[in-house]
C-alpha cells in the first residue's frame, strides 16, 4: 500500500513484528518485502494486478509477501491456513492466480495443484533468494487486495479493494480508536479476512506500533501475553472471549486477580466479526474492568460504525457511523427509515470495495442505482444509536407474517443458567412460512424444554418463542467463530 510503504520508512529501527520469538523492526520489512516483489517481477516492470495466491500462517512472513505483492503491482489474495484444499482451489481458480507463494509446511497439502501447468507455485526459501529490481510506481486507485466473503449464505465472492480504499479502511479506524506508535498489540486472527489484516495488523504498521503474531490461539498463551504488559489493545471474535472467560474461571483466586488486573491496564479492547452475546460482554467486564468495544463491519466495506473509544460503549449496540462513512437504514421498497423502525444497512464512502472480482451482474445487484452499498444486514437506530438484527438472509425469521430478529432471541436464551450458548434460525414451516428453531449447547442433560419455553415467555412475546428445540454438543462455525446457520438448518 503505497503510504503504508512510505510511513514505514519514518519508524526504520522500531519494532513492527514479533513472531517465532523474534523480533522484526520496520527496516527488515522494508527490506524483505522489496526482495519478494523483485523476485515476483522476475525482470519485468510491473506485475499489472496479476492476482497472486499466497498461503503462509501468520508471522512476519506473511507480512512481507503481502507487502512485496503490493509493491510489484499485483494483487493480494491470501489463503485460509485452516481451510481444506478444495475452499483454497475455488479462491485459486475463482481468482485466476498462476502464481501461488507457499510456507514449506504447506507445500505438501498444494502439491495436487502442480499437475496444472498454468499455477507455478513458489516456496518462500524461493520467494526470499536475494534479488534487487526497479519497482514500479504505484496509483492509489490500482486493485491491491481481494479477500473473499464468508460464504455463510451463497458460495464465496472475491472482494476487491485498491490502496486508496484500504489506506481509507486504515485511517478510519487509526483516528477512531487513536492509534499511536506506542501502541503493542497481539494479533490471533485469520489472515485471509478484514478484521486481522486490516484492524489489527495494518492499523498498527499505519501507525509506527508492534504486532506479534500467535499463529495459533491458546488461551493460556494469551493470557500470558496479556499478564506481560507489553499489550496495549486486544481485538477478537466473540468465541475467543468465552475461551479466556473459561480459562479465567479454571485459576486458583491469586491468578485471577493478577489476570484482571493485567487486563484491566489495557487501553481498548475490542469485539467483532460475529455478534457479542451480552452475557459474554457482562462476564468480561466483570473480570477485566473492559466494556468491549464493539463495532460493525464486513469484507466489502471494512469497518462502518463502531461504539464510542471514549464514550459510551452501550451492550448489543454498535454505536454509529464512522468518520467518513455515510449510512441510511431502508425499507423493502428502499424508502429511508425513522429511527426505531428496523431496516436494511445502506452504506456510501471511500471505505467500500470496488467490485466482485469477475462478477458484473453480483457487483450491479450490490449497489443502488444512486450507488449505495445494500448490505443485507438490518438494523435500527434506536435512543441514539444503532443495533445490528441480523442478515436478512439467515437472521432474520419471517414467521405468520411477523420478522423476528434471531439474534435477538440467542441473547434471552443465553440468559438461562442451563444455557451455555445457541443458536436461532428460521426453519421452513407451510402453514407459518418459517417456526422460530433452536440449537441449544447445555450441560444439563436433563433440560426440560417445555419448562425453558415457559422462561422464556416471560421475556419474550409469544410469536418469538421457539418451536422447535435441538440439543448438540458443538455449533457449526467458520473459521471465524461464525456460525454457519444455513448449515445448522440442516440439523432440523
Not at 111 to 128: D, G, M, Q, V
Not at 295 to 304: A, C, D, F, L, V
Not at 403 to 420: C, M
Request: charged share 25%; aromatic share 8%.
Amino acid at each position: 500500500m503505497l503510504e503504508l510503504f512510505e510511513k514505514a520508512k519514518l519508524y526504520k529501527n522500531r519494532a513492527a513484528i514479533v513472531s517465532d520469538n523474534t523480533t522484526y523492526s520496520y527496516d527488515d520489512l522494508i527490506t524483505k518485502s522489496s526482495v519478494v516483489a523483485a523476485n515476483l517481477l522476475n525482470n519485468t516492470a510491473d506485475l499489472k494486478e496479476a492476482r497472486i495466491a499466497f498461503l503462509v500462517p501468520p508471522s512476519f512472513e506473511y507480512v512481507a509477501v503481502q507487502w512485496g505483492i503490493w509493491a510489484a503491482g499485483g494483487i493480494a489474495v491470501p489463503l485460509c491456513v485452516q481451510h481444506p484444499l478444495p475452499s483454497m482451489e475455488y479462491v485459486i481458480q475463482d481468482s485466476g492466480a498462476m502464481v501461488i507463494i507457499v510456507h514449506e509446511d504447506f507445500h505438501e497439502l498444494l502439491k495436487p495443484l502442480e499437475a496444472n501447468s498454468n499455477i507455478e507455485i513458489r516456496t518462500l526459501k524461493e520467494i526470499f533468494k536475494n534479488h534487487s529490481s526497479v519497482l514500479p510506481d504505484l496509483v492509489p486507485d490500482r486493485r491491491a487486495m481481494m479477500l473473499y466473503t464468508s460464504g455463510t449464505t451463497n458460495k464465496p465472492k472475491g472482494v476487491v479493494t485498491t490502496h486508496a480504499i484500504i489506506q481509507s479502511q486504515i485511517t478510519t479506524l487509526v483516528d477512531a480508536w487513536e492509534w499511536t506508535k506506542e501502541d503493542y498489540i497481539l494479533n490471533i486472527l485469520p489472515l485471509h479476512h478484514v478484521h486481522g489484516i486490516i484492524n489489527v495488523l495494518s492499523c498498527a504498521l499505519w501507525s509506527g506500533a508492534c504486532c506479534e503474531f500467535h499463529a495459533k490461539f491458546s488461551a493460556k498463551e494469551v493470557w500470558s501475553a496479556i499478564l506481560s504488559g507489553k499489550m496495549s489493545l486486544f481485538m477478537a471474535v466473540p468465541t475467543i472471549y468465552y475461551k479466556l472467560i473459561a480459562f479465567w474461571e479454571g485459576e486458583d483466586k491469586e491468578n485471577q486477580l493478577q489476570m484482571s488486573e493485567a487486563a484491566s491496564g489495557l487501553r481498548l479492547m475490542v469485539s467483532g466479526s460475529a455478534a457479542l452475546p451480552v452475557p459474554v460482554l457482562e462476564k468480561w467486564k466483570s473480570i477485566t474492568g473492559q466494556t468491549l468495544l464493539e463495532r460493525y463491519g464486513m469484507t466489502e466495506i471494512g469497518m462502518g460504525l463502531s461504539n464510542s473509544y471514549r464514550g459510551e460503549r452501550r451492550p448489543g449496540y454498535v454505536g454509529l457511523p464512522l468518520p467518513g462513512v455515510e449510512m441510511r437504514l431502508v425499507d423493502k421498497d428502499r424508502n429511508i427509515l425513522d429511527k426505531d423502525m428496523p431496516g436494511e444497512i445502506e452504506i456510501k464512502g471511500p471505505c467500500v470495495f470496488k467490485e466482485y472480482w469477475r462478477k458484473e451482474e453480483a457487483t450491479k445487484k450490490a449497489f443502488t442505482k444512486d450507488g449505495w452499498f445494500m448490505t443485507g444486514d438490518i438494523a435500527m437506530l434506536h435512543d441514539g444509536m444503532y443495533k445490528i438484527l441480523g442478515r436478512d438472509s439467515v437472521d432474520i425469521i419471517k414467521s405468520g407474517g411477523y420478522k423476528i430478529s434471531a439474534l435477538e432471541i440467542e441473547d434471552v436464551l443465553r440468559g438461562h443458567h442451563d444455557i451455555d450458548d445457541c443458536a436461532v434460525v428460521g426453519v421452513e414451516d407451510e402453514e407459518w412460512g418459517e417456526v422460530v428453531a433452536a440449537c441449544l449447547l447445555t450441560s444439563n442433560k436433563a433440560l426440560d424444554l417445555n419448562e425453558l419455553s415457559d422462561w422464556a415467555k416471560t421475556k419474550l412475546p409469544g410469536y418469538k418463542i421457539p418451536r422447535k428445540y435441538i440439543i448438540q454438543n458443538k455449533l457449526p462455525r467458520n473459521v471465524l467463530g461464525k456460525v454457519t446457520k444455513n448449515k445448522l438448518k440442516t440439523l432440523f
